[in-house]
């Protein structure tokens, strides 16, 4: 299979090395892994690093010009390189370590194409760079943002870079909020995926600029093309002077939650 990559689209490379990557993860799940320390706490185990690998084979056999940021493995291939792919291999690696599911694997081209898999749903949502779908047992479906669900999922995690300005939890006890939407803190970034494809209304997250994370490149990629209002939680496009990320199914609730956010800072 993997000689045949070179024919795929980018969309397709990017279906390919995500569920590529899933199938690794879900084949390691419930293993004792080895972890590997980072900082501040973070950690790595060896399920994210031998995803990583995998996806990177992939992105090999099908672009070899290509240059991969990986979360684990650093800068794949020249760093002027025109084109770029984002790849983080097991968003959610704190879930995964304690037999939690709810993580995401991630690869997208800079400023195209980009597929989210779950391991564990089998679903795996992408976008050519114009529209987005998820396919599901082999059949693909049009992504449709709705904020039906009135669930908002925010990210809790450390660093919090905009405080005291700006504070995630402090959201969460806003009068306006708890009358309108209900929290969850899923604590990956499959939540993003998750707004495009109405299971969430919204997902706000502090942080600098998020634009080529590869933790975050995917799902905003996603996002977009299925229509969602996607900005900085200070409601500018995000980019080099962003500030964070708030990801809403419509205007409507976009608006909602920047107001509550501006009269808390």
Not at 63 to 87: N, Y
Not at 105 to 128: H, I, K, M, Q, W
Not at 177 to 182: A, H, P
Request: hydrophobic share 45%; net charge negative.
């Amino acid at each position: 299979m993997i000689n045949s990559y070179a024919s795929f689209d980018d969309a397709g490379v990017a279906i390919a090395g995500a569920r590529a990557g899933a199938d690794v993860v879900r084949t390691m799940y419930g293993q004792r892994l080895t972890r590997i320390d980072k900082s501040a706490g973070d950690f790595a185990t060896a399920a994210d690093v031998e995803a990583e690998k995998t996806i990177l084979g992939v992105i090999r056999a099908a672009r070899p010009d290509d240059a991969v940021l990986g979360e684990e493995g650093g800068q794949h291939g020249a760093t002027d390189a025109v084109r770029q792919w984002l790849v983080d291999p097991l968003c959610g690696t704190l879930n995964y370590a304690v037999g939690n599911m709810l993580v995401a694997v991630n690869v997208a081209l800079r400023n195209g194409a980009a597929a989210v898999a779950d391991p564990f749903s089998g679903e795996v949502f992408f976008t050519d760079g114009e529209t987005a779908w998820v396919r599901h047992d082999g059949a693909d479906a049009q992504l449709a943002p709705t904020p039906a669900t009135r669930l908002v999922d925010v990210n809790l995690d450390p660093p919090f870079p905009s405080a005291p300005g700006f504070r995630a939890v402090d959201l969460l006890a806003h009068p306006e909020f708890v009358e309108r939407f209900r929290p969850r803190v899923v604590s990956t970034t499959l939540a993003l995926a998750w707004v495009a494809a109405g299971k969430r209304a919204a997902y706000v997250t502090d942080g600098g600029d998020l634009s080529g994370s590869v933790h975050f490149a995917a799902g905003i990629a996603v996002c977009r093309a299925a229509g969602c209002v996607v900005t900085g939680i200070d409601g500018a496009p995000i980019g080099p002077a962003g500030r964070g990320l708030v990801v809403a199914a419509d205007a409507e609730t976009h608006g909602l939650l920047m107001s509550m956010m501006r009269r808390r800072s």
